[in-house]
């Protein structure tokens, strides 16, 4: 049995090792996000503008978990540098726990109080009515998703990430699959439309589930780092994992309701702009993924290089990080600028649509750049485990970005180009608090 080696460098091979894969797992799941616009996109664009959203909402709460198991990895990183494997198992065991909890109550929320908020603040009832039935199904998929999630930060945080794509490739796969089948109606499926995406995806997070469990017991990763071992209530690492995952999971839902926000406000400017920036959420998470991934990156190697007593290593460690993040970034930015309609004409929308997401294209790829460097140091925060201090930078971005689109969109009635300009606003704002907490905060001190 191959010993796992639980302390990483701060070499760009470390650095590549870690991140490649994690991408790979990132980008699956936004090439699902994809495949269902595209299918929905066929069917007509009421459900390609109401996929928007669903979609966005649905992202509450998976970002929600991102950041329960964000404050895990942070903590299973710091363990895995210090060499407490035993540590590993306990926190794993009380998360469980928690992110059913958590998905429980994305249920409840989703099945009595979301349809009143829908029905009070969309112009559309038969979007609303659409969207209504869509999320009833697809918020059950919370509970394969979270503990998927769960198992991504353990094998990140524990130096394995490149066993992550084995979980992806069985989800997109199940996705394609079940997407072409339920919404349809072929392979012998029922042809059930806008909802058979929510039944598709529910899948998906299933098989991705199984297989990185599948992956985690043949290559006795779960002995090693001794994952069922403890089964029983610990109020302890429970408070740990609160304490430390609360203000993230704060942070990430903050972030994406003000981008429903920002989706319902869209929704007033008729329904080609919701479906142009549906388009566009698909074109940031898609071709963002590099990015997130060297953010998970840094959060990890962070936490692990302060684990091992290296706090000197971490800044440069950080400009590693970012020449990766914002090369990678780079190259995107030329492709989008370039061949915009290559992007824009998979979803079947027509000259019109193109003609009027051409200059968003534009908007997203420059915010794109912002970004490649702005998680990075926001991951860096997150790392040292300030989760508080992130959260209040998450909150002062919010404020900003929250307040521009309510004029722009709302007072002012321009065009959705401006609209999007505010991811602008928000990566600069994260950019500037997160270099200045890391320059100048106490950060060393945090145990």
């Known amino acids: 049995m191959h010993t796992i080696n639980l302390k990483v460098s701060t070499s760009y091979k470390q650095i590549l090792s870690i991140a490649l894969p994690i991408s790979a797992s990132i980008v699956l799941p936004q090439i699902n996000f994809i495949i269902n616009n595209i299918f929905l996109g066929s069917v007509n664009q009421q459900s390609l503008a109401a996929a928007g959203i669903t979609g966005v909402y649905y992202l509450i709460f998976a970002v929600s978990g991102i950041g329960l198991n964000n404050g895990l990895q942070t903590l299973l990183s710091r363990r895995a540098g210090e060499d407490r494997v035993s540590e590993i198992g306990k926190l794993m065991a009380q998360s469980i726990r928690i992110s059913f909890a958590m998905a429980a109550v994305g249920v409840i929320i989703t099945w009595f109080l979301v349809p009143v908020m829908l029905r009070n603040t969309l112009h559309n009832q038969e979007i609303v009515e659409k969207c209504i039935g869509f999320l009833r199904i697809r918020i059950f998929g919370l509970f394969f998703l979270y503990l998927y999630q769960m198992r991504n930060a353990l094998l990140v945080s524990t130096n394995l990430s ?56 043949f290559k ?49 400017h008729g329904e080609t702009a919701l479906a142009v920036s549906n388009t566009m959420r698909n074109i940031f998470g898609f071709f963002g993924c ?67 997401a051409v200059p968003v294209v534009r908007i997203v790829s420059t915010a794109l750049l912002l970004m490649s460097i702005s998680v990075v140091w926001f991951n860096a925060v997150i790392g040292t485990g300030n989760s508080k201090f992130s959260l209040l930078i998450e909150l002062m971005c919010i404020s900003g970005y929250c307040i521009y689109v309510y004029i722009v969109l709302e007072r002012l009635n321009l065009s959705i180009v401006w609209g999007w300009a505010s991811e602008w606003i928000y990566w600069s704002t994260m950019l500037i608090t997160s270099y200045l907490f890391m320059k100048y905060g106490n950060w060393h001190k945090k145990i």
């Open 162 to 217: 490149r066993y992550l794509i084995l979980g992806t490739a069985a989800e997109a796969l199940v996705n394609v699959v079940f997407d072409y089948g339920l919404i349809k109606g072929r392979l012998g499926m029922p042809q059930l439309g806008f909802n058979g995406a929510a039944y598709a995806s529910i899948l998906a997070d299933l098989s991705g589930l199984l297989m990185i469990y599948l992956v985690i017991r």
């Open 220 to 268: 006795k990763i779960d002995k090693q780092l001794q994952l069922f071992k403890f089964s029983g209530f610990d109020w302890n690492h429970t408070r740990l994992i609160l304490k430390q995952s609360l203000p993230l999971v704060a942070q990430h839902a903050i972030s994406i309701i003000s981008w429903e926000f920002f989706y319902i406000l869209i929704e007033h």
């Open 290 to 356: 590099f990015t997130w991934a060297f953010a998970a990156t840094t959060n990890s190697m962070v936490s692990n290089i302060i684990g091992q007593k290296k706090d000197k290593e971490v800044r440069g460690l950080i400009y590693k990080i970012i020449q990766l993040s914002f090369g990678f970034s780079f190259l995107v930015f030329i492709f989008l600028n370039l061949f915009p309609n290559v992007c824009l004409s998979i979803y079947s929308q027509g000259d019109e649509f193109i003609l009027q």
